[in-house]
C-alpha cells in the first residue's frame, strides 16, 4: 500500500472518531504529497525514497518549530506540533539510536580510511547515505566530528 493511500484510509478513520490531532498530521503529510507529485519532473508519481525524504522534511520542520515555541514559552503551539511529530514519525522507519550510530560511524570511517577532521567530507558523504532515514543529520555530524577529533 502506497503511502498516500495509507493516509487516505487513516484520514477517513480519523475524522470519524474526530481525532484532531491525527487529522492534522495526516493532513500535512498529504498535502506534502501532493505539492511533491505536481512538481515538474514527478509525472504525478513520487518514488518511496521521495516519500521518506520528505516524511524526515515534515518532522525535522517541526521539531525546529517545536525549539522555538518551547523557548517563546507557547505550550498550546508546542503541543500541536509534537502531536504532528508522533504522527509523522509513525511512517518513518525506527531511529537508530546515539550509540548504533557511533557504531556504524566507526565502521564507515574504517572503511574510508579517515584520520582526522580534514576526513569529515569523506565520512559524512558515505554516512549519510546509509543512515538515511535511520538517523537525524545533525546527530551523525555531531558524532563524527568527535570521532574525527579524538
Known sequence: MSLETEVMSLMKDAMKNKDEALLRGLRAI?????????EPGANGEISADAEMKLLQKLVKQRKDSLAIFEQQGRADLATKESEEIAVIEKFLPAQMSEVEVKTALEAIIAQVGAAGPQ????????????????????????????????
Open 119 to 150: 576526513d569529515l567530507g569523506k565520512v559524512m558523504g558515505v554516512a549519510s547515505k546509509q543512515l538515511a532515514g535511520k538517523a537525524d543529520g545533525k546527530m551523525i555530524a555531531a558524532i563524527t566530528k568527535e570521532l574525527l577529533t579524538t
Open 30 to 38: 498529504k498535502a506534502e504529497i501532493i505539492k511533491a507529485k505536481t
